[in-house]
């Protein structure tokens, strides 16, 4: 037991850090801690779902704590000597950030400069910071690489998310805590929060209701099946060549809008009746993962292409 790797998930019981919890406990090399304040963003009750199975396990401990909160995360690293942080906790989404940047600002900075000063002190070795390919703003040169500029950024949520990048720098730089800043492109797969693209059209177009269609279906993203995501982190967790690094996770390739449709389409066996909205404030025309550096240091190789994603996607949907 005594060999087991310490390790601290942040949000552990959202959709990516279940995902990471559920992969770290069946190597059976780690004990796990998850934080998580199981907010209302969406059902709590979804959540508390995915880490349930683990509850009672030796290797496993769930803390429900806010990481605004100061005092709690510090009763958390009193004694626990954690070798590894991941920090996945935050509040999510480009549009909501507009309506609530203040929430944003609290949670996705303030939070993470909790942890960070928390791994100072106790002299955590690896932080792992869960970021977004949000980070790129309106960038017209794809794909998008890590040097690019992230100066620009057109959400709350992408400029709160740019300060953490530069905060793990500054203590990683200061204090010698190697940090790496993941970007994730557009993750889906089993258990995607229900007000996310593919998970949100499901359902609609399941119960035959109208999708809601922002713009002309022409905009981009790549979309990154969750278990590769999961591969790329699992490989930063074990990452030690350098003090800091940006890492972009995606699939490395775009669908449009209305191609996604078009899957979803076939995959239901059920047509989507078309709800045109005005583009959204926030939305990017496009995102494009280049990941090059990702395979370089990570060993990362995107296996799940976007036909195949959204077939598992649904058949998943279909069993929940």
């Not at 995915?50 to 005092?71: C, K, S, T, Y």
């Not at 009763?75 to 996945?88: E, K, P, T, W, Y």
């Not at 309506?99 to 002299?123: D, F």
């Not at 500029?149 to 730089?173: D, N």
Request: charged share 25%; with cysteine; hydrophobic share 40%.
């Amino acid at each position: 037991m005594t060999d087991r790797q310490n390790i601290l998930v942040t949000g552990g019981a959202g959709f990516i850090g279940s995902h990471l919890v559920e992969r770290l406990l069946s190597e059976g090399r780690f004990k796990v801690t998850v934080v998580d304040d199981f907010n209302d963003f969406y059902d709590p009750a979804l959540k508390r779902a995915n880490v349930a199975p683990h509850i009672g396990r030796d290797d496993f401990q769930l803390v429900e704590a806010d990481i605004r909160d100061g005092a709690a995360l510090r009763r958390v690293f009193q004694g626990a000597s954690f070798d590894v942080v991941v920090h996945l906790a935050a509040r999510a989404g480009v549009r909501p950030s507009l309506a609530e940047p203040l929430l944003y600002t609290e949670t996705n900075i303030l939070g993470t400069v909790n942890l960070l000063e928390l791994a100072r002190e106790h002299r955590v070795g690896q932080f792992v910071f869960g970021s977004s390919s949000s980070v790129y703003g309106e960038n017209e040169k794809v794909p998008f690489a890590e040097d690019d500029p992230i100066f620009k950024p057109i959400s709350p949520y992408a400029a709160t998310k740019a300060a953490g990048e530069l905060l793990c720098h500054t203590y990683s730089h200061l204090h010698g805590i190697r940090c790496i800043a993941l970007r994730f492109f557009t993750v889906y797969g089993a258990r995607q929060r229900p007000d996310l693209a593919i998970h949100k059209f499901s359902r609609l177009i399941s119960e035959g209701k109208p999708i809601p269609v922002y713009g002309d279906g022409t905009t981009r993203r790549d979309y990154t099946y969750v278990e590769d995501i999961i591969a790329g982190v699992r490989a930063a967790i074990d990452y030690d060549a350098s003090d800091y690094e940006i890492i972009n996770l995606g699939e490395s390739r775009t669908v449009s809008l209305g191609e996604l449709i078009g899957l979803l389409e076939k995959e239901l066996g059920r047509a989507a009746i078309i709800e045109r909205q005005p583009l959204q404030p926030g939305d990017v025309p496009q995102t494009f993962a280049d990941i090059k550096k990702a395979r370089a240091l990570l060993g990362y190789d995107p296996r799940t292409d976007i036909a195949e994603g959204i077939r598992q996607f649904v058949e998943w949907y279909r069993k929940k």
